[in-house]
């Protein structure tokens, strides 16, 4: 029960901070929102993220100061006093060491950087505590809508794993961070996600897994160490999504919708599977719109 209590308190400092980030906040704010003293809410916040509390939102402060100066036409000095720094000298100082480069540079170039992306607590906990066997309840039977899309010729930048099959496995390999890289991309045709490689496109020593995000054959800017960049054929996808669900669910939501795809038969529609043709994809789980993952598909000739 305390172990839950704690996490609550973490989450609700979270959230405060989350819908405070134009404003000041201070130990005390995050203590009342947490119920508990200040030097109790700070060491359990700095236990359950990784970070002290005002360390969490600076990062977070600059990385949405990031998006704004990639998106909207806005001084720098403007962005700067709306994420409550005091002076455009120091937001450039506080921006230049997080991301490498100062902000009137990233305006102009908007390479792909690093943004803090923060996990719920909550949710990740919830993970934690069902555990890999009540993980594998996943459900017989749920609604799921399908659908066939068309995937155009593309690029496609991503981080490569070492053996990796599966998400978990992934970020054991690489770390769980890549996610801030991949959604930096300015120039991103769709939200970046998850996939399962062909083995014509598996580098000798690498993971079937990786993360990346996809972007226009003409996209040439430079890409950060460690990643690659290859061009993805035209293909079709047959997606899958399920219905809405609590985000402390996701996982069994997802293996449940994984086992449907296995499944399924693609050819009631006219397809066939085409796994060898183009990556399957996951998009990152989120309640509010079901699990979506894709899977290639080509259309049977007789």
């Known amino acids: 029960m305390e172990q839950f209590d704690n996490v609550e308190a973490v989450y609700r400092m979270q959230e405060f901070i989350k819908t405070h980030l134009k404003e000041p906040i201070t130990l005390h704010d995050l203590s009342e929102?947490?119920?508990y003293s200040p030097w109790h809410a700070a060491?359990?916040?700095?236990?359950?993220?990784?970070?002290?509390?005002?360390?969490?939102?600076?990062?977070?402060?600059?990385?949405?100061?990031?998006?704004?100066?990639?998106?909207?036409?806005?001084?720098i000095v403007d962005v700067a006093f709306d994420f409550m720094f005091g002076s455009?000298?120091?937001?450039?100082?506080?921006?230049?060491?997080?991301?490498?480069?100062a902000p009137s540079c990233y305006s102009e170039t908007t390479p792909a950087i690093k943004l803090f992306l923060p996990w719920?607590?909550?949710?990740?906990?919830?993970?934690?505590?069902?555990?890999?066997?009540?993980?594998?309840?996943?459900?017989?039977?749920?609604?799921?809508?399908?659908?066939?899309?068309?995937?155009?010729?593309?690029?496609?930048?991503?981080?490569r794993g070492i053996k990796a099959n599966e998400y978990f496995a992934y970020c054991g390999e690489v770390g769980c961070d890549i996610w801030g890289v991949l959604t930096s991309v300015k120039e991103a045709l769709y939200e970046p996600v998850g996939m399962w490689l062909p083995k014509k496109l598996i580098k000798a020593g690498t993971s079937e897994y990786i993360q990346g995000v996809e972007l226009p054959l003409d996209y040439d800017k430079a890409i950060p160490d460690g990643y690659?960049?290859?061009?993805?054929?035209?293909?079709?996808?047959?997606?899958?999504?399920?219905?809405?669900?609590?985000?402390?669910?996701?996982e069994v939501e997802v293996l449940s919708l994984m086992k449907t795809i296995d499944d399924y038969d693609p050819s009631v529609?006219?397809?066939?599977?085409?796994?060898e043709d183009a990556p399957r994809f996951q998009l990152s789980p989120a309640g509010y719109r079901g699990y979506i993952e894709a899977r290639p598909v080509r259309i049977i000739t007789k």
């Open 33 to 35: 929102a947490a119920n």
């Open 43 to 75: 060491r359990m916040f700095k236990e359950f993220t990784g970070k002290a509390p005002f360390e969490y939102i600076r990062a977070y402060r600059l990385s949405h100061a990031a998006v704004v100066i990639r998106d909207e036409k806005k001084k």
């Open 88 to 101: 455009h000298e120091g937001f450039t100082k506080a921006f230049s060491k997080t991301f490498g480069m």
């Open 120 to 159: 719920d607590v909550r949710a990740y906990h919830e993970f934690l505590k069902k555990g890999e066997k009540n993980m594998a309840k996943a459900k017989e039977k749920s609604i799921v809508f399908v659908q066939i899309v068309d995937r155009p010729e593309r690029k496609l930048m991503l981080k």
């Open 228 to 250: 690659d960049l290859i061009t993805l054929e035209p293909c079709k996808m047959m997606v899958f999504q399920g219905q809405p669900y609590d985000d402390k669910d996701f």
């Open 269 to 275: 529609f006219g397809y066939e599977w085409a796994d």
